[in-house]
């Protein structure tokens, strides 16, 4: 006969005592998570199936599985059973998104990265931080701690003022509220909205041993098709390399590579002036 999952969804009085602690903790309830999501990823299945394909009782799966529909991460199509959510599209079109934004830039990257011979990174805007998707290491001999997955803040290095270049200042105060536990090397506020307007102005941002102390970079924004930024790239290097009059001569160089990016992205440079021209300076 035939399983109804909504049926099921309460549990048995004739189902087995549930293995391990009843509150397993964070990292077993995560594992067990991602689990449910790998058993449903085949199609549609009932309940009952789902606790047998995963060696768990009923009333475990039934409410790992509840967490995950609250979440979006899975949704509960009668008389078929458990099948995999929108969330999961969403989070897949932006891997996607992220994927080919990474294999499209990487030989301009890997170009800047030759030129300048320092450290190179991509990122994007995740939430209230930058989340680097690639990096490039330099020829010099320095070590910029960084790593592809890492998520940065946004107010202290260039590669995250890069990306909020288009916001309007309202959002800078709040996302440089949300960081002043950070680095103890950040200007006052007036003097980071004195930078950031005249960022806007350039094209680019910098950082100014904000982030790390000794270390600089000159960041640009990555445009897509609607003008809008999708995403940054910068050059780090040791203060030693990067002085004032370094850090400008590089500007146009991380400048027109970003714009080259956003060209193959679908960018026309008229589709920003918009944008910038709402921002307060």
Same mark, same amino acid.
């Given at each position: 006969?035939?399983? $109804?999952?909504l049926?099921?969804?309460?549990?048995?009085?004739?189902?087995?005592?549930?293995?391990?602690?009843?509150? *397993?903790?964070?990292?077993?309830?995560?594992?067990?998570?991602?689990?449910?999501?790998?058993? %449903?990823?085949?199609? *549609?299945?009932s309940l009952?199936?789902?606790a047998?394909?995963?060696?768990?009782? !009923?009333?475990?799966?039934?409410r790992?599985?509840?967490?995950l529909?609250?979440?979006? /991460?899975? @949704?509960?199509?009668?008389?078929?059973?458990?099948?995999?959510?929108?969330?999961?599209?969403?989070l897949?079109f932006?891997?996607?998104?992220?994927?080919?934004?990474?294999?499209?830039?990487?030989?301009?990257?890997?170009a800047?990265?030759?030129?300048?011979?320092?450290?190179?990174?991509?990122?994007?805007?995740?939430?209230?931080?930058?989340?680097?998707?690639?990096? @490039? *290491?330099?020829r010099?001999?320095i070590? @910029?701690?960084?790593? %592809?997955?890492?998520?940065? *803040?946004?107010?202290?290095?260039?590669?995250g003022k890069?990306?909020?270049l288009?916001?309007?200042?309202?959002?800078?105060?709040?996302?440089?509220?949300?960081?002043q $536990?950070?680095?103890?090397?950040?200007?006052d506020?007036?003097?980071?909205?004195?930078?950031?307007?005249?960022?806007?102005?350039?094209?680019?941002? /910098?950082?100014?041993?904000?982030?790390e102390d000794?270390?600089?970079?000159?960041a640009?924004?990555?445009?897509?098709?609607?003008?809008? @930024?999708?995403?940054?790239?910068?050059v780090?290097s040791?203060?030693?390399?990067?002085d004032?009059?370094?850090?400008?001569?590089?500007?146009?160089?991380?400048?027109?590579t970003?714009?080259?990016?956003?060209?193959?992205?679908?960018?026309?440079?008229?589709?920003?002036?918009?944008? !910038?021209?709402?921002?307060? !300076?």
């Amino acid at each position: 006969m035939r399983h $109804n999952p909504l049926s099921e969804a309460g549990g048995s009085a004739e189902e087995p005592m549930e293995e391990g602690p009843r509150t *397993p903790s964070g990292s077993q309830t995560l594992l067990r998570g991602l689990d449910v999501l790998e058993g %449903v990823a085949d199609g *549609p299945i009932s309940l009952a199936d789902l606790a047998a394909r995963l060696g768990l009782t !009923r009333s475990t799966t039934h409410r790992l599985a509840n967490a995950l529909i609250e979440r979006r /991460y899975l @949704i509960l199509v009668p008389q078929r059973g458990y099948q995999l959510g929108p969330k999961l599209l969403e989070l897949g079109f932006q891997a996607q998104q992220q994927a080919d934004l990474v294999q499209l830039a990487r030989p301009r990257l890997e170009a800047l990265a030759q030129s300048s011979e320092d450290t190179v990174h991509l990122g994007v805007l995740d939430g209230d931080r930058a989340l680097y998707l690639d990096k @490039i *290491p330099g020829r010099r001999r320095i070590v @910029i701690s960084s790593r %592809v997955g890492d998520r940065h *803040p946004l107010t202290s290095t260039g590669l995250g003022k890069a990306l909020l270049l288009d916001e309007r200042a309202e959002r800078w105060k709040d996302f440089f509220d949300e960081e002043q $536990n950070g680095s103890k090397l950040r200007p006052d506020y007036e003097l980071w909205l004195s930078r950031m307007r005249g960022y806007v102005e350039c094209g680019r941002a /910098y950082d100014l041993e904000e982030n790390e102390d000794q270390i600089r970079c000159v960041a640009a924004p990555v445009r897509d098709a609607s003008g809008g @930024i999708v995403g940054a790239i910068s050059v780090s290097s040791a203060a030693q390399y990067m002085d004032d009059g370094r850090m400008e001569s590089l500007t146009s160089e991380v400048v027109d590579t970003a714009h080259a990016i956003s060209r193959d992205l679908g960018w026309n440079p008229g589709a920003t002036a918009g944008d !910038r021209a709402r921002t307060p !300076r």
